[in-house]
C-alpha cells in the first residue's frame, strides 16, 4: 500500500487519449542508394565484398562488420536475384491481432553468391509444404512501377 | 576501490494485465518507495545514483529521462537513463560502484505497456526500416504524408491508415527462430509446450503474477499456430509492472541493517542487428555469459549454479538461453525438461517465479524480474517456491524482438 488512499470504483479511473504521428524520412544511404537504383532498372541484385575476410554482403554494405573496414566500389558486383529458403514462418495475424485476409508465408532467404540473407514473402500454392532448402527467385514490379525500395520485390517464387 | 557491490533492497509492484488507475509515474514510485524502505535508505540523503531504463517508443512521450527524477527521489541528483533492459541498469550502476565515487545506486525498469493501444504497430518499428520492414507490409512510401509536400492534395496523413489491416504482427521473426532451433537441436514443439506448463503452473506460487494458469500440453499443441511453429499459447503476454533495486559497495553495505546478495558477475553482448548476416543462434547470451562466468570465477556453470532465471518470452526461448548459458547441451535442455530437471526439486530449477510466461511480458523490467526472483530465493524469501539449498542463482535477459542482444548477471549470498 504505497498511497493512503485507492481507487476502489472501476468507473473512475480517466485517461487523456494521446496519438503519436511519426513520419520519417528513411535515406537508404550510400550503399543502399546504389542497390535500389540498380533493381530500378535491373532484374538482379548487388553485393559487396570485404577484401579483408571475404565475407560477401547483401544487402551490400560500405563497411564490413565483422573486420570493421571499408568496402570499395571495386569490390561490387551483380549477383542473381535467386536463393535458397533457410527458415520460413506462417503469419496468420496483424499488427493488431486480428487475422489477416489470409496467411502469409515469411521466409529468410539465403542469397546466392553471398553470405547474406532476405526476409521475403514466399508465394506458393501449398503452405503447410516444408521448404527449407528450396530454390527461390525474386519476381519484382514491372520496371515502370519500380521506384527504387525493397517493396519493387513483390514476392519470391520457387524455382 | 570496493571489491563487491550487493543488492540491498528491492522493491516491485503486483504484475497486473492493465492498471488504468495509476499513471506509470505513480507505478514508479511505488516501486521504488519499496526498494528504499527494503533497503532502509532515504533517497534524498543516502543515495549517490540513480538509474532508470526506458524505450521511448513504448512510453509514448519523448526524452525518458527528462521525465524521471521526481517519482524515484532524484531530483536535482545523478540521474540517467539505460536504452536498455533492466539488467543494462544493474550492469551500469555496478560500475559506477566500483568507480568509488558511489555507494549507494538506485535501478529502475517497468514496464505500462497497457497504455499503448498500438503495440504491434510500435513493435514493427524495430525493424530495419530500408531493408526489413517492407516485407511486413508497412504503409506504400507513396503514402508517405509526414511532409505536407509529399501529399499536397492531402489535408491529413495518410500514414497507418493503408493496408492497416494486413500488416503483419512483428512477433514473426520468432517463428524463423523457433524453427531454426528445433531443427538445429532436435527439440520438439512438445517440450516447448512443456515449457509454457511448467511455467504457467511454477506462477500459482507466486503471488504477484499475472498469467497463472493449469493447462496441459495438448492445451498448448492445439492451441492456434500465429507464427508457425509457434503458437497462439507459447507467447507471453503483455503486463504492466516496475522494478526497483538498490546497490551499495561492500563499505556501505556494513552500515546498513541488511542481508547483502552479492552482484558477482556481469555480462552483457550484442549480435548484429542485420537480420541478413546475424546467426539465429543465442550467440548473445552465450558471449554474456561467458563474460559473466569469468568475472565470477565460475569454470563449470552446471555445477557452480544451483538455479536459472532466463528469458522465456517465447517457449522455445527458455530452452534456447539454457543451451546458450552452457547449463545444458545443445539439444539438452528439452530433455532435461522431460526428466524433471528444470522443476522445483531438480538439479537446475528454471524459471520458478514463473518466467514471463506465467508472470507476464514486462519489457524493459524483464532482465529485472529475472534479477528479482534470484535475490528473492537467495534471502531465502521464496515461500512456497522456495528452492533449498541454494547459494548462486544466474539470471539473462533478452532485448525482445527482433532484438539480438542480452545481459547476464550472477548472483550469490
Redesign the interface.
Known amino acids: 500500500m504505497?498511497?493512503y488512499e485507492?481507487?476502489t470504483d472501476p468507473s473512475s479511473?480517466m485517461?487523456w487519449l494521446?496519438d503519436?504521428?511519426?513520419?520519417?524520412?528513411?535515406p537508404?544511404?550510400k550503399a543502399?542508394d546504389k542497390l535500389f537504383k540498380h533493381i530500378k532498372e535491373n532484374d538482379t541484385f548487388l553485393a559487396s565484398k570485404c577484401i579483408n575476410c571475404s565475407?560477401i554482403?547483401?544487402?551490400p554494405r560500405l563497411y564490413c562488420?565483422d573486420c570493421f573496414v571499408e568496402i570499395l566500389e571495386k569490390d561490387w558486383f551483380e549477383i542473381p536475384s535467386t536463393g535458397k529458403i533457410?527458415?520460413?514462418?506462417?503469419?496468420?495475424?496483424?499488427?493488431?491481432?486480428?487475422k489477416?485476409?489470409e496467411p502469409?508465408m515469411?521466409?529468410?532467404i539465403d542469397i546466392d553468391n553471398t553470405?547474406?540473407?532476405?526476409?521475403?514473402?514466399i508465394k506458393t500454392d501449398n503452405i503447410d509444404e516444408n521448404l527449407?532448402g528450396r530454390k527461390v527467385e525474386a519476381v519484382f514490379k514491372s520496371k515502370n512501377q519500380r521506384?527504387g525500395?525493397?517493396?519493387d520485390i513483390l514476392y519470391f517464387k520457387m524455382r | 576501490m570496493t571489491k563487491k557491490v550487493a543488492v540491498v533492497g528491492v522493491g516491485y509492484t503486483d504484475f497486473n494485465s492493465m492498471t488504468p488507475e495509476v499513471s506509470w509515474k505513480e507505478f514508479m514510485y511505488e516501486a521504488c518507495q519499496k526498494a528504499y524502505i527494503d533497503a532502509g535508505v532515504d533517497p534524498r540523503e543516502d543515495i549517490d545514483s540513480f538509474i532508470t531504463c526506458s524505450e521511448d517508443y513504448w512510453e509514448g512521450f519523448s526524452i525518458f529521462d527528462e521525465f524521471v527524477p521526481d517519482q524515484i527521489g532524484a531530483v536535482l541528483r545523478p540521474c540517467c537513463t539505460v536504452c536498455g533492459d533492466g539488467l543494462y541498469g544493474l550492469g551500469n550502476a555496478y560500475m559506477q560502484i566500483k568507480t568509488g565515487k558511489m555507494n549507494i545506486v538506485a535501478v529502475e525498469a517497468h514496464s505500462k505497456i497497457s497504455d499503448l493501444l498500438t503495440f504491434g504497430d510500435i513493435g514493427l518499428f524495430s525493424y530495419d526500416p530500408i531493408f526489413d520492414r517492407p516485407v511486413t507490409g508497412s504503409v506504400d512510401r507513396t503514402h508517405f504524408a509526414g511532409i505536407p509536400s509529399y501529399e499536397k492534395n492531402s489535408p491529413k496523413p495518410l500514414v497507418g491508415k493503408t493496408n492497416e489491416k494486413e500488416r503483419i504482427h512483428p512477433y514473426f521473426l520468432a517463428g524463423l527462430e523457433m524453427q531454426n532451433f528445433l531443427r538445429k537441436t532436435g527439440t520438439t514443439e512438445e517440450q516447448c509446450a512443456k515449457v509454457v506448463v511448467k511455467n504457467k503452473k511454477n506462477a500459482f506460487n507466486n503471488p504477484n503474477a499475472e498469467y497463472e494458469v493449469n493447462i496441459t500440453i495438448e492445451d498448448v499443441m492445439n492451441s492456434e499456430y500465429l507464427f508457425k511453429p509457434i503458437k497462439k499459447l507459447d507467447i507471453s503476454l503483455n503486463v504492466d509492472g516496475a522494478i526497483a533495486f538498490v546497490l551499495a559497495s561492500e563499505e556501505a553495505v556494513k552500515k546498513l541493517d541488511v542481508e547483502p546478495i552479492w552482484l558477482r558477475g556481469f555480462g552483457w553482448s550484442s549480435e548484429t542487428p542485420w537480420i541478413s548476416t546475424r546467426s539465429m543462434d543465442a550467440n548473445y547470451a552465450m558471449l554474456a555469459s561467458r563474460m559473466a562466468y569469468k568475472m565470477t570465477d565460475i569454470n563449470n556453470p552446471r555445477k557452480e549454479i544451483d538455479f536459472a532465471e532466463v528469458d522465456d518470452r517465447f517457449s522455445y526461448k527458455e530452452l534456447q538461453h539454457l543451451e546458450a548459458l552452457g547449463l545444458a547441451e545443445s539439444g539438452e535442455a528439452g530433455k532435461m525438461l522431460d526428466s524433471g530437471d528444470l522443476d522445483l526439486n531438480g538439479s537446475l530449477p528454471t524459471n520458478i517465479s514463473g518466467g514471463s510466461l506465467g508472470i507476464g511480458n514486462c519489457f524493459e523490467a524483464t532482465g529485472l524480474q529475472k534479477a528479482l526472483e534470484v535475490v528473492i530465493q537467495l534471502r531465502g524469501h521464496g515461500g512456497k517456491r522456495q528452492i533449498e539449498d541454494v547459494h548462486t542463482g544466474i539470471s539473462q535477459s533478452w532485448r525482445g524482438i527482433p532484438s539480438g542482444s542480452g545481459a547476464v548477471a550472477i548472483f550469490g549470498r
Do not use: C, S, W
Request: glycine letters at 12%; hydrophobic letters at 40%.
Open positions: 504505497t498511497f485507492k481507487q479511473p485517461h494521446g503519436m504521428q511519426a513520419d520519417y524520412l528513411y537508404n544511404g543502399g565475407k554482403f547483401f544487402p562488420e533457410r527458415l520460413h514462418t506462417i503469419v496468420t495475424i496483424n499488427t493488431y491481432g486480428e489477416l485476409n502469409k515469411i521466409a529468410l553470405d547474406g540473407a532476405l526476409l521475403g514473402i527449407i521506384e525500395t525493397l517493396k
